[in-house]
């Protein structure tokens, strides 16, 4: 029972625990000295409650903490400091619940199963797919199952910002960052005379140019490259600059084009992004 009364679904929570271990039962198990037959039962909530140093020793093994705390010690979940999965956990079609370390998603284009490796297109309409694509996925190898998790985590911690200190006026730079983890994405750009380019009195216009926009490999097609190139255009229309002018080649082109940017008659390889 938690200190509040209200009983704790520990079957639910170890199964969350070893899910964001990435650990089988099998595994788990063997790290805790725990019987697998006892950590089933537990997982099914089956049997009477568990002994406490029992549930103990698999939270440990699985890198989790046990906490205990009175009525108003902070704002802790009911279960002790254990997080329990929602109700509706996804099951099989003889109503099993999958692996929990699995990561269990929908499938809701055939990119996303990876059992569709071999399809020429994953963009067949739904009425065109092969015969029995599963209505959920799981990625059986773990090192696949670590970088969609990393992608998920940075995606919910990601953010952005524009740096002036240690730079010159007219240098334009924006750093998108992940909490422990340092930049992950980067756009750098400079600025300007229009007047001294022609030579001419256009009252001071001034302009940017787009050096260059990098994104970590593991984290690109996040869109973290568009939101770099979108906080780009809200300061330059703090700045009143209209305009920014960026030279691309292969699909860095396809993802300017994204951006706003438009191509430009002089060179098939000049694009211009106006605000």
Known sequence: MAAGGDAIDVGAALRDLRRRADLSQRELAERSGVPKSTLARIEAGQGGG??????????????????????????????????????????????????????????????????????????????????????LTYDLDRARRDRRRWRSEARAQMTFRRVSDGLPATSWRFLAEVPGGGPVGELRAHERSVDLLLGED?????????????VA???????????????????????????????????????LLACGFELQASRPSALMLEV
């Open 50 to 135: 568990p002994a406490f140093r029992t549930v103990a020793r698999l939270v440990a093994a699985a890198g989790g903490e046990l906490a205990l705390r009175l009525p108003g010690d902070g704002d802790g979940s009911a279960g002790g400091g254990l997080l329990g999965m929602p109700a509706d956990e996804p099951r099989d079609e003889a109503d099993r619940r999958y692996p929990a370390h699995l990561d269990v998603r929908r499938v809701r284009t055939l990119k996303d199963w990876p059992g569709a490796w071999w399809v020429h297109s994953y963009t067949l309409p739904e009425k065109l797919w092969p015969v029995r694509v599963p209505e």
């Open 202 to 214: 256009l009252d001071d216009r001034r302009e940017l140019v787009l050096e260059g926009v990098v």
């Open 217 to 255: 490999p593991g984290l690109r097609a996040l869109g973290v490259g568009r939101r770099l190139v979108e906080l780009l255009a809200e300061e330059m229309t703090r700045a009143g600059i209209r305009a920014a002018h960026a030279v691309a080649e292969f699909g860095n082109v396809e993802f």
